[in-house]
């Protein structure tokens, strides 16, 4: 069964920094790309970063760039979002999502984890 | 960037009714489009894929038509666990974006 359980989310001040973790299991990792998507309190949902399998090949928006830094660690099924220079929009819930095939569909989630940006 | 619309925002359907959910491109995304569906604090759950293929597990009065611009989502009878919120997302150029969603409601 494929599970998908991030972690990390916390309450941050602006302009401080947080990692979020997303542990999987259930598959092969290395075989399937990776993205963190995010939804703000009420709103619907954002695509923020992806990763390639391999992890060479990476894929940013526009309003993270530069901020945040997607990376994973096969040895360990983890997929990580190092997340800097946080804003107040950066409020959301950040899901973890493996896509189908190659950058396609995301066919599994995670639960997600809140990042509240707040002083 | 592509951006996606969704049409309507709410659409209010009795159990049983059809519900025709649309959704359009800015620019041509061929049959790269998926629909998910999203209940009050849950994640989204992935119903189409390719713009007509029904992921694992989905139930088939659940349809996707379209290819290009235009999309369409078809509930050929709506049941009490149909009542949620909508995206499309189309994953034919980064960065992959989503539409604004359309929530089907109670009538």
């Known amino acids: 069964e494929v599970q998908l359980l991030e972690s990390g989310g916390d309450l941050v001040q602006p302009g401080g920094s947080l990692r979020l973790s997303c542990a999987a299991s259930g598959f092969t990792f290395s075989n399937y790309a990776m993205s963190w998507v995010r939804q703000a309190p009420g709103e619907g949902l954002e695509w923020v970063s992806g990763?390639?399998?391999?992890?060479?090949?990476?894929h940013y928006s526009d309003s993270v760039k530069g901020r945040l830094i997607i990376s994973r660690d096969s040895s360990k099924s983890t997929l990580f979002l190092q997340m800097n220079s946080l804003r107040a929009e950066d409020t959301a819930v950040y899901y973890c999502?493996?896509?189908?095939?190659?950058?396609?569909?995301?066919?599994?989630w995670g639960q997600g984890t809140l990042v509240t940006v707040s002083s | 960037e592509i951006v996606m619309t969704q049409s309507p925002a709410t659409l209010s359907v009795s159990p049983g009714e059809r519900a025709t959910l649309s959704c359009r491109a800015s620019h041509s995304v061929t049959n790269n489009l998926a629909w998910y569906q999203q209940k009050p604090g849950q994640p989204p759950r992935l119903l189409i894929s390719g713009a007509s293929t029904r992921a694992t597990g989905i139930p088939a009065r659940f349809s996707g038509s379209g290819s290009g611009t235009e999309f369409t989502l078809t509930i050929s009878s709506l049941q009490s666990e149909d009542f949620a919120v909508y995206y499309c997302q189309q994953y034919a150029s980064w960065p992959l974006t989503f539409g604004p969603g359309t929530k089907v409601d109670i009538k």
């Open positions: 990763i390639s399998g391999s992890g060479y090949s990476t």
């Open positions: 999502a493996r896509h189908s095939a190659n950058y396609q569909s995301f066919d599994y």
